[in-house]
């Protein structure tokens, strides 16, 4: 069965294949027979072979109108000239050139295996055994008949024999194959399902790592280290948010495609900018630059993983650089979007980072790959550290007036 395909549709063209290429050799067979009683005439001009033509072209017309149109008119009407085609030809033949005829027995088989090649109306398997060997029953009468208005011998028709059993055989091995597809379909579906079902349960525990690490440890981290006395009020409403968003269930659904338009184009809008104001919260000095509007070219999945990333980039440069200051910049292109953070902090090397710190790997790099995206990392001891992250773009929504 073609990959991707239902089993009837894989079975339909199994057998619509099947089809055509009976019909090219019922093509080829039916112009060898032409060839033959021309080469005859040409061979031997006092002969009244000729007429013998004119039910061969008749019949290559009914094929032709047979592959075009798959009817029972057609299919009949193929059998009939057909039929009569091979009764005017043999007893042409024998009545013509009998000696020669005697020793070349090929020109009677092409006819008889052009009929048995009808492959009539639809595609199905069962039909097309029954035109078949209906086709193959037309052609040996045909013969049996000339033999008798001739008064020769009966000949087997060992070449028709041959075709037809292998066509029973073809059309036979083609419906068992199709009675075992429904089963494969379904395994092949439930192999889809547990994919699918695979594949969502990653990105549910990808998401909810993300979130723990970034609303729990951070303001763990803030609260136990950044500052002394009191927690500071916008500090708490922070924690109050982001425990709303843990208890409820909306961080499982999957962020709808469908955004305002309006909303996307407007920087003040986006969970970059979100992310910015938080770290700001927290006494970082941060400068924004670039094209700000390219965040609007971001679907609603993006633009919360842009934002969520950028805020563990930025707790990064409170907790780990050792300065207060950091840039971020946003660069549009066609086809991506980009956003880098930068600061000249004390730097580090990704792989001396113990396996348990999660910020880095989880909140940022794993988090934008989940969407499509990619990060990059530089950073150097004592020469501060740079991470880009970019992710693909929404397609530009043209619309134009008539």
């Known amino acids: 069965m073609p990959q991707g395909q239902s089993p009837q549709v894989g079975s339909q063209t199994t057998n619509r294949a099947f089809s055509r290429f009976a019909h ?11 060839l033959d009683v ?11 072979l000729w007429p013998a033509l004119i039910p061969l072209v008749v019949a290559l017309v009914a094929l032709v109108l047979l592959d075009r149109w798959r009817t029972t008119f057609y299919s009949v009407l193929f059998l009939t000239v057909g039929t009569l085609a091979q009764l005017w030809l043999m007893t042409a033949l024998l009545t013509q050139l009998p000696a020669v005829t005697a020793a070349y027995t090929a020109a009677f088989s092409l006819v008889p295996v052009a009929l048995i090649l009808v492959i009539g109306p639809g595609f199905v398997p069962r039909s097309a055994i029954v035109w078949c060997t ?3 029953a037309a052609g040996q009468l045909a013969s049996y008949g000339a033999s008798v208005l001739t008064g020769t011998r009966p000949r087997l028709d060992i070449v028709s024999i041959a075709v037809e059993v292998g066509v029973l055989l073809a059309e036979g091995a083609i419906l068992a194959t199709r009675r075992t597809r429904p089963a494969v379909g379904a395994e092949l579906d439930r192999a889809a399902v547990d994919e699918e079902l695979s594949a969502l349960r990653y990105r549910i525990e990808v998401r909810a790592a993300s979130l723990m690490h970034d609303m729990v440890l951070n303001h763990l981290t803030a609260i136990s280290t950044g500052y002394e ?10 924690i109050e948010r982001d425990l709303s968003v843990l208890i409820g269930e909306e961080w499982l659904s999957e962020p709808s495609p469908e955004v305002d338009a309006r909303a996307k184009r407007d920087w003040q809008q986006s969970a970059l900018l979100t992310a910015v104001q938080e770290a700001r919260e927290l006494s970082l000095s941060i400068d924004v630059t670039g094209e700000l509007g390219a965040i609007g070219r971001l679907d609603r ?8 990333a950028v805020k563990q980039c930025l707790v990064n440069v409170l907790r780990h650089a050792q300065i207060d200051r950091a840039e971020v910049v946003v660069i549009g292109s066609e086809a991506h979007v980009s956003i ?12 001396l980072v113990a396996s348990d710190r999660l910020g880095i790997r989880q909140s940022v790099r794993r988090r934008i790959e989940t969407v499509g995206g990619e ?3 530089w950073s150097t001891p ?17 619309s134009v007036d008539d």
């Open 229 to 238: 006395g009191p927690v500071p009020v916008s500090l708490k409403h922070q």
């Open 134 to 136: 209906v086709g193959f």
């Open 301 to 308: 999945e993006r633009d919360v993983a842009v934002g969520l």
């Open 24 to 34: 090219v050799i019922g093509y080829t067979c039916l112009s060898g027979a032409l």
């Open 382 to 398: 004592g020469r501060g550290t740079s991470v880009l992250m970019r992710v693909p773009a929404a397609q530009l929504q043209v």
């Open 38 to 48: 021309i080469g005859f005439q040409g061979a031997s001009p006092s002969r009244m």
């Open 340 to 351: 880098m953070v930068i600061d000249a902090g004390k730097g580090f090397s990704e792989q």
């Open 375 to 377: 990060v990059q990392l």
